[in-house]
């Protein structure tokens, strides 16, 4: 008995769950012509938001820390002007990668990059835009959007303010990353100008190492003038040796800093300029694609949202 009740039970349910989808097929077909023409309204929406995204391109530089560039310091003196916090090669201190990228998001010293290079004034030049490259040659959305922001920004931002904003714009733009296996460098930049791409990461490849380089090399100065004093100051022999080895080592560093242009790093390749064909995005195709899914998704909820209240009306008209 109980068992022939809860078959019941079971054909009943299958009843009114098949009797909902038929409910809601025949909803989605009421208002089928509504959901595709609000699809092909958002898709065209995505279209022309695709076409005024100029093409993006991307220059890198490949960059090896240089590991074996250390003077040679016995085990004993590397940890003894360890404890004297001096770093003689034997390790410790930040890499590269990480000098580099402190200096990336540090807005005091992107602030003199970017005045010395005039990168707020480079990157918003006309001579800067006509390199874009656009999908079929159609950059009339982008040159609207484009003069008006233009226009807007010319009225209110102040010189600091653009500073500012091409300092959050360059940082996000440039990146650097090291592979963990091989320890090779990757400085890259991606720009809808690809001169401009390859000038980001020249211009700031050359600057950041200069001033690690001046600031690494004051510090290196003034512990060797340090260590010479102390020897002239001693009268223990042994002291002296090994006060002696340290400005020694420390002379050999400057000495290999000066023979190298970069800071602690060789360059394997150069930054190039991009073929124009070679660009990195915008992804068009997936964003009318996803704009399309969207849109057919958003429409259905509508639909039934729409329905939702339409029904709940009708009950409280009919209370």
Do not use: C
Request: net charge neutral; glycine share 4%.
């Amino acid at each position: 008995m109980d068992s022939q009740i809860n078959v019941q039970n079971n054909k009943q349910i299958l009843e009114e769950d098949e009797i909902d989808l038929r409910e809601l097929g025949r909803t989605i077909g009421r208002y089928k012509w509504s959901i595709l023409f609000f699809s092909l309204f958002i898709t065209a929406m995505a279209v022309l938001f695709a076409l005024s995204k100029p093409n993006e391109y991307e220059s890198k530089t490949l960059l090896m820390p240089q590991e074996n560039a250390k003077p040679n310091v016995s085990g004993g003196l590397a940890a003894l002007a360890g404890m004297a916090g001096v770093d003689v090669g034997g390790g410790g201190a930040p890499g590269a990668e990480e000098s580099f990228n402190a200096l990336l998001n540090n807005y005091d010293f992107m602030k003199s990059y970017i005045e010395k290079y005039n990168i707020h004034k480079k990157l918003a030049s006309e001579e800067s835009v006509k390199n874009y490259q656009f999908a079929l040659g159609y950059d009339k959305v982008y040159k609207f959007i484009n003069d008006n922001k233009k226009s807007s920004r010319d009225s209110n931002s102040s010189e600091e303010e653009l500073i500012f904003n091409t300092f959050q714009s360059v940082s996000k733009t440039i990146v650097i990353a090291a592979d963990k296996k091989s320890a090779i460098i990757t400085m890259s930049a991606k720009h809808s100008d690809p001169e401009m791409a390859k000038y980001l990461v020249e211009s700031f490849l050359s600057f950041a190492s200069a001033h690690l380089k001046a600031k690494d090399m004051q510090d290196n100065e003034q512990k060797i003038n340090y260590y010479n004093e102390a020897i002239r100051n001693t009268n223990d022999i042994a002291l002296k040796v090994k006060l002696a080895e340290l400005a020694s080592a420390l002379i050999q560093k400057r000495v290999l800093s000066d023979a190298n242009e970069l800071y602690n790093v060789k360059q394997f390749t150069k930054p190039e300029i991009a073929y124009v064909k070679d660009k990195v995005g915008p992804k068009r195709a997936l964003i009318v694609v996803v704009a399309f899914v969207t849109s057919i998704i958003l429409g259905i909820f509508g639909v039934f949202f729409i329905e939702f209240l339409r029904s709940n009306k009708e009950e409280n008209l009919e209370q």
